[in-house]
């Protein structure tokens, strides 16, 4: 897959710092199955907080939590930053729109350093085919505007909406148009699949994500495309948790993630 462009996600989303905060702007075609698109949201959290930081460490950590549905338009965020320690500070992150709330996070960023325990770099990616070899999937603009801006190429497990038994997909994918996948777009990203049911469903049905969590496990070159795998964990009561890992063309996993989904079909 060739590079698209060389954009970056402060540049898509107009982020820019003002006199008491940030501003950053959702266009409509960011738009998701209800509203403006989870990771990007959760994407531009995560580049307030690293933009608000005393220090540039890495980020370790996201946990985040909407507060509201927001809509098309401008947001803007507010950050707080909190030392824990020599190697750990937490930033908290509030997005609003016209005034209201719409989401918070806690963003945590730590350094790295060499200690007595024996690293590990988490559980290999699973054996696909490469992403050239994978043949592209679009998600239907007209249901979902935000497809237009993934190259998503399913690598294993079944597709979305095919009626299967697995409640799992696998894909190569990349951002359009192209952003470095750094922490931030890992978070797009980790919200690009439908969610993990999808697969056993015929029609489409409207899930939005209420919590995300996200946990880095190396730092990201920004290399594209990542392959991404979503898990159902469980579904039931008008709530479904789906399990997200990522990793790069080597095999490396950097980031899994977790989100809490209301049902509302």
């Known amino acids: 897959m060739k590079q698209l462009t060389g954009r970056t996600l402060v540049a898509e989303f107009a982020l820019t710092r003002t006199e008491t905060g940030w501003r950053a702007r959702v266009d409509p075609s960011w738009r998701g199955w209800t509203g403006p698109h989870g990771g990007v949201i959760a994407a531009l959290l995560v580049e307030v907080a690293r933009s608000a930081a005393t220090e540039p460490l890495p980020v370790r950590a996201l946990d985040l939590r909407f507060s509201g549905r927001p809509t098309d338009g401008e947001l803007t965020f507010h950050a707080t930053e909190h030392v824990v320690g020599r190697s750990t500070v937490a930033l908290g992150v509030r997005a609003e729109q016209d005034g209201s709330p719409i989401a918070a996070a806690?963003?945590?960023?730590?350094?790295?350093?060499?200690?007595?325990?024996?690293?590990?770099?988490?559980?290999?990616?699973?054996?696909?085919?490469?992403?050239?070899?994978?043949?592209?999937?679009?998600?239907?603009?007209?249901?979902?505007?935000?497809?237009?801006?993934?190259?998503?190429?399913?690598?294993?497990?079944?597709?979305?909406?095919?009626?299967?038994?697995?409640?799992?997909?696998?894909?190569?994918?990349?951002?359009?148009?192209?952003?470095?996948?750094?922490?931030?777009?890992?978070?797009?990203?980790?919200?690009?699949?439908?969610?993990?049911?999808?697969?056993?469903?015929?029609?489409?049905?409207?899930?939005?994500?209420?919590?995300?969590?996200?946990?880095?496990?190396?730092?990201?070159t920004g290399d594209l495309p990542v392959l991404v795998r979503a898990v159902n964990a469980s579904t039931g009561g008008g709530w479904s948790v789906d399990d997200t890992s990522i990793w790069d063309r080597g095999g490396r996993l950097l980031a899994s993630a977790r989100q809490t989904r209301r049902v509302l079909g």
Do not use: N, Q
């Open 106 to 220: 806690s963003v945590t960023l730590g350094r790295m350093v060499r200690t007595g325990v024996e690293d590990y770099a988490g559980t290999p990616a699973p054996r696909v085919p490469p992403p050239e070899s994978c043949a592209p999937f679009a998600l239907p603009p007209e249901i979902v505007p935000v497809g237009a801006h993934f190259d998503i190429r399913p690598a294993a497990g079944p597709l979305p909406l095919s009626g299967a038994g697995e409640r799992m997909m696998c894909a190569w994918i990349a951002p359009v148009p192209e952003m470095p996948a750094d922490a931030a777009v890992l978070a797009i990203l980790a919200d690009a699949l439908p969610p993990a049911v999808f697969p056993t469903l015929r029609a489409p049905v409207a899930i939005p994500t209420v919590a995300l969590s996200m946990h880095l496990h190396a730092e990201p």
